[in-house]
T-cell receptor, first 111, second 116 residues
């Protein structure tokens, strides 16, 4: 069964304290891995798409990487405004555009 | 970038009534839209896939007669929660993909449904 697991469930960082969020997946035929940011009471906001192992994407303080089994979202020198829930999702198999979401990591950055 | 508009953002209804939620793709055509449900501090659970001009595909365990989906045009999908009960209270989110730009799916801002 296809599965996506995120860790840690929650993370508190001091402003400027870099860290990484993990997204582990077991799927048959990965088509793409997606990272989203979700603020309370809002829909997820697209961050990155990764398609193959070794691929990396960067945006401001965020950098996403992908291996054959997991993806990392690295946050460098975070600011309080980076506080949110970060979700990863995978598309797998053929002929389907469905996402399988992980449970998310709730990030809190303290000033 | 692609924008998905979802309305209303919040709705309170009485038990036994029906509520309609709209999801529109503003600057692109979406042949397929997805409807999710999210409980507090939990991830998104796919309810159904909405296909323009055809019947929606529901995930296992989702009641088709309770959650009616209509995708009548390339820019509009609606979710109607029929005979709502307090246990239907949740955060409902739609999403669509602009296949032209090829980016990940764009999500609506969500609808907070409270059934009293």
């Amino acid at each position: 069964e296809d599965q996506v697991t995120q860790s840690p469930e929650a993370l508190r960082l001091q402003e400027g304290e870099s860290s990484s969020l993990n997204c582990s997946y077991t799927v048959s035929g990965l088509r793409g891995l997606f990272w989203y940011r979700q603020d309370p009471g809002k829909g997820p906001e697209f961050l990155f798409t990764l398609y193959s192992a070794g691929e990396e994407k960067e945006k401001e303080r965020l950098k996403a990487t992908l291996t054959k089994k997991e993806s990392f979202l690295h946050i460098t020198a975070p600011k309080p405004e980076d506080s949110a829930t970060y979700l990863c999702a995978v598309q797998a198999g053929s002929g389907t555009y469905k996402y399988i979401f992980g449970t998310g990591t709730r990030l809190k950055v303290l000033a | 970038g692609a924008v998905v508009s979802q309305h209303p953002s919040r709705v309170i209804c009485k038990s036994g009534t029906s509520v309609k939620i709209e999801c529109r793709s503003l600057d692109f055509q979406a042949t397929t839209m997805f409807w999710y449900r999210q409980f507090p501090k939990q991830s998104l659970m796919l309810m159904a896939t909405s296909n323009e001009g055809s019947k929606a595909t529901y995930e296992q365990g989702v009641e088709k007669d309770k959650f009616l989906i209509n995708h009548a045009s390339l820019t509009l999908s609606t979710l109607t929660v029929t005979s709502a009960h307090p246990e239907d209270s949740s955060f409902y989110i739609c999403s669509a993909r602009d296949f032209v730009t090829g980016y990940g799916y764009t999500f609506g801002s969500g609808t907070r449904l409270t059934v009293v």
